[in-house]
């Protein structure tokens, strides 16, 4: 089993910043991949993010430039560093991670994003 703690949401005005983070415990051994997902009222959940073990990264069109996903192995904590913050980003964010035979999900952490 894995868990996963976010924290870091908010209230934030656009045009600002926020980090969100992940710490993961457990049998984080068996992770293969972490990353974040965001899901806004009314809608599906997307990806926005995910990193690899080795650190190799992938960013959703609409975050590129924006948003950076980075990770502190010696903390098993992944981080989502957002930037210039539109009201469009206004979801839960949820952390992800994935194992060979389950995915795991945090509990999510609001952002609200005021115009």
């Known amino acids: 089993q894995v868990q996963l703690v976010e924290s870091g949401g908010g209230l934030v005005q656009a045009g600002g910043s926020l980090r969100l983070s992940c710490a993961a415990s457990g049998s984080i051994f068996s992770i293969k991949v972490m990353g974040w997902y965001r899901q806004a009222p009314g809608k599906q959940r997307e990806l926005v993010a995910t990193i690899t073990n080795d650190g190799s990264t992938n960013h959703a069109d609409s975050v590129k430039g924006r948003f950076t996903i980075s990770r502190d192995n010696a903390k098993n904590t992944v981080y989502l560093q957002m930037s210039s913050l539109k009201p469009d980003d206004t979801a839960v964010y949820y952390c992800?991670?994935?194992?060979?035979?389950?995915?795991?999900w945090g509990q999510g952490t609001q952002v609200t994003v005021s115009s």
């Open positions: 992800n991670a994935k194992s060979k035979w389950f995915d795991y």
